[in-house]
């Protein structure tokens, strides 16, 4: 059984689950691969406030309390729909909570399934950009994944990290964790200006580094760059780990 | 917590989680109410073929078993987004089910809810017509449903349902649940056409009364018939049963 930690935001948990389904060869409900999926926002402090300071309490431990729930109903692989939960700061409290546990669910690191995915799909792409959440930009997760592999990374300046791409998430009237039904047009246009930003620097690919961002940016290819949505190279991970005759050709 | 009953089908699990979460009154992650999805789609069999006596097994004991599972986590309150499955002979087991387990989890009646939203909102509407499978059209949950408010419950000819909504939704090259993402316009042809005729015979308003039906027909008013998403209306139950204070005005 497939495990979702949802909640990390409410949203992005239903988009794995759905891309989960989308990437499953089935021809009726019973063919369907089984998942769970905890939403549990309420108990889970935001990941973005905790890694710059605002909050004292690791969102780490709410986070593992899930797996172990997910763990308990049956889920032998998971996948946390959150790349800023992916920091080290969090991420490495997260395997520490499922060691001291002894925990056997197998949890995904969707950052590395990402850069793993760039390398095996487009192999000759060498500079890569990333939008993404203040919390990731200053942890510089992708950044360091992709650098170990090679990569050159190319990010927002951060004014425009702050001002344009952070907003673009977390704007309390316009950013896609308030408004995502339909997307605020103001929060796509802030998106698309750092793209236009990372492409002028010679980015030939994006990842969309926030799991609310491909809910705003939905073409595969956005002016002329290549979109790397990592909740769906997580969704075609957690597939392949639970049933590889079951995952759909790309 | 709010417990969802996924897999019947897949995609009508998320669609009843998404509109919990869009019937939701939030401005952050941790605002959202907490629940839980379970898709055990491989374990529950058609509900359908059940009902129209090609498979023997009775899909409540398995849907029961979900209920179970939810409530071991926490649920409380919890919703089944399959019309089919609110059939007498499915879900009257359900119960039995929970009765004999004496589960405390509370389980919401689609149907009863659908049948009572229209009289709240829609005082002036007395000719209803109803969408759905097969399943649901032989089992006449929804017109017993209705007429025991004293609605007038029009529905397509058996041939139109057989011939035109059921592959709709169940056809192996075009139905929704096989082709989803997005939806195959046969499909939706094939619906509207019903609507037409459910219009030309009086209906003020139509129950879409297939969880896949609404992935086809997302509009609130089409043909001038007020379109009811029993869907939605159950994501608003849950709501309002989880935390009254956080439901959206319509």
Known sequence: MIGIVGGVGPYSGIDLLKKVFDNTLANCDQEYLDAILISASSKIEDRTEYL???IKENPAIAIAEVLFKLQDVGATVAGIPCN????????????????????????????????????????NINKVGVLSTTGT???????KALQSKGYEVIVPSLEMQENLIHPGIYHSTYGIKTISNPIHPKARKN???????????GAQAVI??????????????????????????????LVLHSNPNKLKPL
């Open 52 to 54: 710059i300071g605002n």
């Open 84 to 123: 800023t939960a992916h920091s080290e700061k969090i991420f490495s409290i997260i395997q520490l909570q499922l060691k001291k546990s002894e925990a056997t669910i197998n949890v995904l690191n969707m950052i590395e399934e990402t850069v793993s995915f760039i390398g095996i799909n487009y192999p």
């Open 137 to 143: 930009y200053k942890s510089g997760v992708y950044t």
């Open 191 to 201: 998106l698309l200006e750092g793209i236009s930003f990372l492409k002028a620097q």
């Open 208 to 237: 969309l580094g926030c799991t609310e961002i491909p809910l705003a940016i939905t073409e595969t290819v956005i002016n002329d760059l290549i979109t790397i949505d990592p909740t769906n190279v997580l969704a075609r991970a």
